[in-house]
């Protein structure tokens, strides 16, 4: 088992830049990619961006230059840094792992762009 806890969320104005975290723990050593997902209302859950284990990522095209992924293996912890946030990056983020082909999710975390 994978237990995921974002933290970071918040309402930030247009152009602004936010930080979430997520923090894994249980089965750690199990996991083999991490990525982060988005829900806006009235949506699909969508891929923001992804990072395995050996540090490959990719991302949505949308969020290729403004949003950057990485981890830090030591504190399993990955973050997904937002700069330039658009109104349209609205949306819950949920943190995801994927382990020994089993699928985890966090609670997710609300990111609101609004002036």
């Given at each position: 088992?994978?237990?995921?806890?974002?933290?970071?969320?918040?309402?930030?104005?247009?152009?602004?830049?936010?930080?979430?975290?997520?923090?894994?723990s249980?089965?750690?050593?199990s996991?083999?990619?991490?990525?982060?997902?988005r829900?806006?209302?009235?949506?699909q859950?969508?891929?923001?961006?992804?990072?395995?284990?050996?540090?490959?990522?990719?991302?949505?095209?949308?969020?290729?230059g403004?949003?950057a992924?990485?981890?830090?293996?030591v504190?399993?912890?990955?973050?997904?840094?937002?700069?330039?946030?658009?109104?349209e990056?609205?949306?819950?983020?949920?943190c995801?792992?994927?382990?020994?082909?089993r699928?985890?999710?966090?609670?997710?975390?609300?990111?609101?762009?609004?002036?």
């Open positions: 088992q994978v237990q995921l806890v974002e933290s970071g969320g918040g309402l930030v104005q247009p152009g602004g830049s936010l930080r979430l975290s997520c923090a894994a249980g089965s750690i050593f996991i083999n990619r991490m990525g982060w997902y829900q806006a209302p009235g949506k859950r969508e891929l923001v961006a992804a990072i395995t284990s050996g540090g490959s990522t990719n991302y949505a095209d949308s969020m290729k403004r949003f992924i990485s981890r830090d293996n504190k399993n912890t990955v973050f997904l840094q937002m700069n330039s946030l658009k109104p990056d609205t949306a819950v983020y949920y995801h792992a994927m382990a020994i082909g699928s985890y999710w966090g609670q997710g975390t609300q990111v609101t762009v609004s002036s």
